[in-house]
Nanobody, 120 residues
């Protein structure tokens, strides 16, 4: 059982920055890819960023060059540094832990979400 808790959301102006945190229940980063997703009002949930057990990162095209995903293994915490924020970044941001199996099966765990609002 994996538990994830997000924090760090809030209200910022366009062009501002926020750092989101995701605290995990245990040392899971060796076997789980860590992801950030977001869901805006009236829209589907979308992928934002990923860091693999090996430390590789992937980003959605919409956030490349602006967002950075990282982790602190000692603190069992994943971060999402968000810079140059735009109004279209407004959404509830969710932390996700995904374990991929050779069979194609995926174990998914989700946090409760944290609200990010970008507005003037």
């Amino acid at each position: 059982q994996v538990q994830l808790v997000e924090s760090g959301g809030g209200l910022v102006q366009p062009g501002g920055s926020l750092r989101l945190s995701c605290a995990a229940s245990g040392s899971i980063f060796s076997v789980n890819a860590m992801n950030w997703y977001r869901q805006a009002p009236g829209k589907q949930r979308e992928f934002v960023a990923q860091i693999t057990p090996g430390g590789n990162t992937n980003y959605a095209d919409s956030v490349k060059g602006r967002f950075t995903i990282s982790r602190d293994n000692a603190k069992n915490t994943v971060y999402l540094q968000m810079n140059s924020l735009k109004p279209e970044d407004t959404a509830v941001y969710y932390c996700n832990a995904a374990r991929y199996y050779v069979s194609g099966h995926v174990d998914d765990y989700w946090g409760q979400g944290t609200q990010v609002t970008v507005s003037s």
